[in-house]
């Protein structure tokens, strides 16, 4: 999909956590568009979703009704398919509603 060889660089994997409101019918369907072919181009790359699902407040007050755990093998690839013409096509009818994207690093190789 990208041409990015990312099998030397599993050290610098991030993981994206989103989280998500259902927005409008049309946001919804405009998402669930951009998902499946954001998804698909992952899994062709060897990377993506590992966990999507509904979020559950913890503590405070933001309410979100889902959550999604993205992994990424680096700023690099996630820098190259953002800037990608694959995602520039796919990205054309997205809508946001209220999401919230964090890249973290994955924690547990760490300690």
């Known amino acids: 999909m990208l041409g990015y060889d990312h099998r030397d660089v599993l050290d610098d994997a991030i993981v994206i956590v989103n989280l998500r409101q259902s927005g409008t019918a049309e946001q919804r369907a405009a998402d669930r568009a951009f998902g499946m072919e954001m998804v698909r181009g992952m899994a062709e790359g060897g990377y993506g979703p ?15 009704a889902q ?44 300690l």
Do not use: C, N, W
């Not at 590992?50 to 979100?64: K, N, Q």
């Not at 995602?87 to 209220?98: C, E, N, P, V």
């Open 67 to 110: 959550f999604a755990a993205v992994y990424d093998p680096g700023i690099d690839p996630m820098h190259t398919m953002i800037g990608s013409t694959f995602t520039s096509r796919i990205a054309a009818g997205k809508q946001l509603a209220d999401t919230l994207a964090i890249a973290t690093i994955p924690v547990l190789s760490k």
């Open 50 to 64: 590992m966990y999507m699902g509904p979020a559950v407040g913890v503590e405070g007050e933001s309410r979100f």
